[in-house]
């Protein structure tokens, strides 16, 4: 196993370059696929390698329910660097599962929460609210997928610039972003080196759904004046973990992108460009963070099953 195990906690840094020239230069759509996905598997990796060094460092503990075999000195020797990391892995990959588990268990209770306030409501897709505070917001339920929208955010929209909000926001439910945002969040709780890709994952779901948006209604310039005004009048989404159509961040960015040339659909770039160097960088990172983590989970079961008696 040796150093091998150490790879995947630190491989996510090769993963910065493309959490910011993603945005600038891929597809929204292919931008979100791509960054989620190196978000996820290297978050996978990495704690599969925490729950690795768990093993070791448990097996040196005094009391320990293992076999006596596992916290033999030769055993020990087998798995190098590991004797400090050991012990410092446990109360990290707690931490972890507890993160992971109380995101979780904020998300689900978000959305039960929100679906709760609106069953009083018509049975319809779109909800409006008599509520004289601005906002709106995309709440996902499989079969009960909503589109909530208060009353004084639509009365300071005009007709065409509300189509554009509820486009934007049936993007977000069709194409599914809570999953993609969920996956990047947990990845980040996981390990903080992610952090960046999650951050960069909120902003390309929102450009992804404003080209949808713009697709839906024809005019790139409807659909940016939309969210400028929305910005400039509205709050954020009430309730934690929903795509709002304002949302906070670089409002200003997406505004101007809407402004501009619709991006080139194309899935990969050049690796003769800044961005194709950072996307195979990122992916290379990812095979080495897989290879690694299964290399060093083969070693650690090889190694303890030879120490464990029959």
């Given at each position: 196993?040796?150093?091998?195990?150490?790879?995947?906690?630190?491989l996510p840094l090769t993963?910065?370059?493309?959490?910011?020239?993603?945005?600038?230069?891929?597809?929204?759509?292919?931008?979100?696929?791509?960054?989620?996905?190196?978000?996820?598997?290297?978050?996978?990796?990495?704690?599969?390698?925490?729950?690795?060094?768990?093993?070791?460092?448990?097996?040196?503990?005094?009391?320990?329910?293992?076999?006596?075999?596992?916290?033999?000195?030769?055993?020990?020797?087998?798995?190098?660097?590991?004797?400090?990391?050991?012990?410092?892995?446990?109360?990290?990959?707690?931490?972890?599962?507890?993160?992971?588990?109380?995101?979780?268990?904020?998300?689900?209770?978000v959305r039960r929460r929100?679906?709760?306030?609106?069953?009083?409501?018509?049975?319809?897709?779109?909800?409006?609210?008599?509520?004289?505070?601005?906002?709106?917001?995309?709440?996902?339920?499989?079969?009960?997928?909503?589109?909530?929208?208060?009353?004084?955010?639509?009365?300071?929209?005009?007709?065409?610039?509300?189509?554009?909000?509820?486009?934007?926001?049936?993007?977000?439910?069709?194409?599914?972003?809570?999953?993609?945002?969920?996956?990047?969040?947990?990845?980040?709780?996981?390990?903080?080196?992610?952090?960046?890709?999650?951050?960069?994952?909120?902003?390309?779901?929102?450009?992804?759904?404003?080209?949808?948006?713009?697709?839906?209604?024809?005019?790139?310039?409807?659909?940016?004046?939309?969210?400028?005004?929305?910005?400039?009048?509205?709050?954020?989404?009430?309730?934690?973990?929903?795509a709002g159509f304002a949302?906070?961040?670089?409002?200003?960015?997406?505004?101007?992108?809407?402004?501009?040339?619709?991006?080139?659909?194309?899935?990969?770039?050049?690796?003769?460009?800044?961005?194709?160097?950072?996307?195979?960088?990122?992916?290379?990172?990812?095979?080495?963070?897989?290879?690694?983590?299964?290399?060093?989970?083969?070693?650690?079961?090889?190694?303890?099953?030879?120490?464990?008696?029959?």
């Open positions: 196993m040796g150093v091998f195990v150490f790879l995947p906690l630190v993963a910065w370059p493309i959490a910011r020239l993603a945005e600038q230069h891929l597809h929204p759509r292919v931008a979100t696929r791509l960054l989620t996905c190196v978000a996820g598997v290297m978050a996978l990796c990495s704690t599969v390698c925490l729950g690795l060094l768990m093993v070791v460092g448990t097996a040196q503990l005094p009391g320990n329910p293992l076999p006596d075999g596992w916290s033999d000195p030769e055993v020990r020797e087998a798995v190098p660097y590991d004797e400090v990391a050991g012990k410092a892995a446990i109360p990290a990959l707690l931490v972890v599962a507890a993160v992971c588990a109380r995101t979780l268990w904020r998300h689900g209770r929100a679906h709760r306030a609106l069953a009083g409501l018509p049975a319809a897709q779109v909800a409006v609210l008599p509520d004289e505070t601005p906002y709106a917001y995309a709440l996902p339920g499989g079969d009960r997928d909503r589109i909530v929208a208060t009353t004084a955010l639509l009365r300071r929209l005009d007709s065409a610039e509300r189509r554009a909000l509820f486009a934007h926001e049936r993007a977000h439910l069709a194409a599914r972003h809570h999953q993609f945002l969920l996956v990047a969040q947990l990845a980040a709780r996981a390990n903080p080196f992610l952090r960046p890709l999650r951050t960069a994952v909120a902003y390309t779901t929102e450009r992804w759904a404003d080209e949808e948006a713009a697709r839906v209604v024809g005019d790139r310039r409807t659909v940016a004046r939309a969210i400028g005004r929305a910005a400039l009048i509205s709050r954020a989404a009430p309730l934690p973990t929903l949302s906070p961040g670089p409002v200003p960015r997406r505004v101007a992108a809407l402004l501009g040339p619709a991006p080139a659909p194309r899935s990969w770039p050049s690796v003769f460009t800044a961005v194709g160097v950072a996307t195979w960088t990122a992916a290379v990172g990812t095979a080495v963070s897989a290879m690694s983590s299964a290399n060093s989970a083969v070693s650690m079961v090889l190694i303890l099953y030879a120490a464990t008696p029959l």
